[in-house]
């Protein structure tokens, strides 16, 4: 069996940091009542250890909350260059079709300033542009 994970490769330090984030085992959409309920809990739990481990590593970089109903995030991120702190507004809906369909994450400030955003502030997350988070 042939791994996928030429799509994103991952360097060591990512993958150490991946595999100690708790694993989502629910299978479940904002239409899913109940289940939706237990998926959102593992979602926080995966983004709680993901911003324990980042500040261990002096890697914060982003902060998000959702509504009473998981289903629009919001928050601010920030990029550090040459001294200067850049922060943005971050938000996302979640997709009723989740997690089949990916959220599409906006920051809206920047929309229209580089060839990787879509209307709205939108980030192209295709294979073209790997992500670094």
Not at 43 to 54: G, P, R, T, W
Not at 60 to 77: A, L, V
Not at 92 to 113: C, N, Q, R, S
Request: proline share 6%; with cysteine; charged share 25%.
């Amino acid at each position: 069996r042939q791994s996928h994970n030429f799509l994103f490769p991952m360097d060591a330090g990512t993958k150490n940091t991946v595999q100690k984030i708790p694993l989502l085992t629910v299978r479940a959409g904002p239409r899913d009542g109940e289940a939706w309920i237990n998926r959102l809990k593992e979602e926080y739990s995966a983004l709680i250890k993901f911003i324990e481990i980042n500040k261990e590593q002096d890697n914060d970089w982003f902060r998000i909350e959702s509504n009473k109903n998981g289903t629009k995030w919001f928050g601010k991120c920030w990029h550090i260059h040459n001294l200067v702190r850049y922060e943005f507004d971050l938000q996302f809906d979640i997709p009723v079709t989740y997690p089949e369909t990916a959220p599409e994450i906006e920051l809206p400030e920047l929309d229209g300033k580089t060839a990787k955003m879509y209307r709205g502030g939108k980030i192209c997350l295709t294979v073209h542009f790997h992500p670094l988070w």
